[in-house]
């Protein structure tokens, strides 16, 4: 399995942006397609965006579509999501994770994922 780290979570006002970092080691994920969750106190996870192994194929989950961006460099073994226009309902933990099986497209299903990071804390203030 690979190792997962997730990074730059803080505290924004409402319309404000974060950019969320993840850096894997231990092995590449540049085969694999690799996935953002989020979950909110008293809520179970749910998907937020995945990217294909190649980058070619990216998907997002409805509430987020249009603010936020997934991206990956392969080169450097890190996947990034840039969030923008932040709501309060965005606070969350949010986690990045690793598919499965190399060559997928990727999933929303976090059981197609077998490596997460801790997650890192994003609040939006209203």
């Known amino acids: 399995q690979v190792q997962l780290v997730e990074s730059g979570g803080g505290l924004v006002q409402a319309g404000g942006s974060l950019r969320l970092s993840c850096a894997a080691s231990g092995r590449t994920i540049s085969r694999y397609a690799m996935g953002w969750f989020r979950q909110a106190p008293g809520k179970e996870r749910e998907f937020e965006s995945a990217i294909s192994w190649s980058g070619g194929g990216i998907a997002y989950a409805d509430s987020v579509k249009g603010r936020f961006t997934i991206s990956r460099d392969n080169a450097k073994n890190t996947v990034d999501l840039q969030m923008n226009s932040l709501k309060p309902e965005d606070t969350a933990v949010y986690y990045c994770?690793?598919?499965?099986?190399?060559?997928?497209?990727?999933?929303?299903?976090?059981?197609?994922?077998?490596?997460w990071g801790q997650g890192t804390q994003g609040t939006v203030s209203s």
């Open positions: 994770a690793a598919g499965r099986t190399p060559y997928y497209s990727g999933s929303y299903y976090d059981h197609e994922y077998d490596s």
